[in-house]
């Protein structure tokens, strides 16, 4: 459940291209991608241990060791679009699998580029790290140097305040 009405409206466009995907035709490391618009709607809950359990789950499911499947490119527009909105809670925790995604590299076989895909929210995420308070972004840009170093370098070039 979305933790503010605010955020339920505002969010409303994304929900429903969310739920308009066929996500079951979209693979993940289970297979079936079916369940990942409950999942990426968990990271908008009000509740904490639901966003968690939503960011444990997406990440397990879209990395392995690495490697990013199909679902993994299709998350990608509407995490940015959660990490754009203030009202988001714990968007560190989407900044930090926006990174993992960015490292990774796709599964063998299958098409897509998830720099690219993350790319496509550059601004997205420099006005996202420009607003960050000083004490905060220092300490998770030092937890994700070692997670998303790429993603770090690329931030700089792009006019990001580090």
């Known amino acids: 459940m979305l933790p503010y009405k605010n955020l339920y409206l505002i969010l409303q ?3 429903k291209k969310l ?12 297979g079936s991608a079916a369940d990942l618009p409950d999942l990426i709607e968990g990271l908008a809950s009000n509740e904490e241990e639901m ?9 397990a499911a879209l990395i392995q060791k690495g490697l990013l499947f199909s679902a993994s490119i299709a998350a990608i527009p509407f995490l940015l679009e959660l990490l754009e909105n203030e009202k988001t809670p714990d ?5 930090w699998l926006l990174g993992m995604l960015y490292q990774g590299k796709m599964q063998a076989g299958l098409k897509g580029d998830p720099k690219a895909e993350v790319q496509k ?5 420099v006005k996202f790290l420009s607003k960050a308070a000083a004490k905060t972004k220092k ?8 997670l998303a170093p790429d993603l770090l370098a690329d931030l700089k ?6």
């Open 19 to 30: 739920r308009s995907l066929d996500w079951a035709k979209l693979s993940h490391v289970y």
């Open 139 to 146: 300490m998770q840009l030092e937890y994700n140097d070692e």
């Open 13 to 15: 466009n994304m929900l």
């Open 51 to 59: 966003r968690q359990d939503a960011l444990d789950a997406l990440t």
């Open 91 to 95: 968007r560190w925790s989407i900044f």
């Open 157 to 162: 070039t792009w006019g990001a305040s580090l």
């Open 121 to 125: 929210g550059k601004a997205i995420l």
